[in-house]
């Protein structure tokens, strides 16, 4: 079963929480998203080296507003879809890098980026970060 016919993934349904400025339940309903998403380009590519494909599926404004970007996707990707107890050393793992909302712009701190799988050395979930414009 894929994510999005689940309603977990990022274009599933049930995204939105209550509480918060201009969520839903908060002042201003649900807030309207910008055309392009900041530095997000509204896609997600998924790339496969054992079988050699790329596929690109969409990124949801509710997805990138629940999880910000950068460590945030990492975490939820690797906790929704590594099967417990996969080889951090085989094709079941997932290296995933994340882009954050402030990617490109030259702000001190704000254009970052994370790397994150499941460490071959301790068998957790590691992430590194980095950033410059």
Do not use: H
């Not at 995933?96 to 990617?103: D, E, R």
């Not at 499941?118 to 590691?126: D, F, N």
């Amino acid at each position: 079963m894929t994510e999005a016919r689940s309603g977990r993934g990022p274009s599933g349904p049930g995204m939105g929480g209550p509480g918060g400025p201009g969520g839903p339940g908060g002042p201003g309903g649900t807030p309207q998203p910008p055309p392009t998403m900041g530095g997000y380009n509204c896609k997600i590519l998924r790339v496969n080296l054992f079988e050699n494909s790329a596929v690109s599926e969409p990124l949801t404004y509710e997805f990138a507003r629940k999880y910000i970007g950068g460590a945030g996707f990492v975490t939820y990707f690797l906790w929704k879809e590594l099967k417990q107890g996969v080889d951090a050393l085989g094709p079941d793992n997932k290296l995933i890098f994340a882009l954050g909302p402030g990617t490109g712009l030259s702000l001190p701190g704000a254009s970052r980026y994370c790397v994150g799988a499941k460490s071959p050395l301790t068998g957790g979930v590691a992430k590194a970060e980095s950033g410059g414009f």
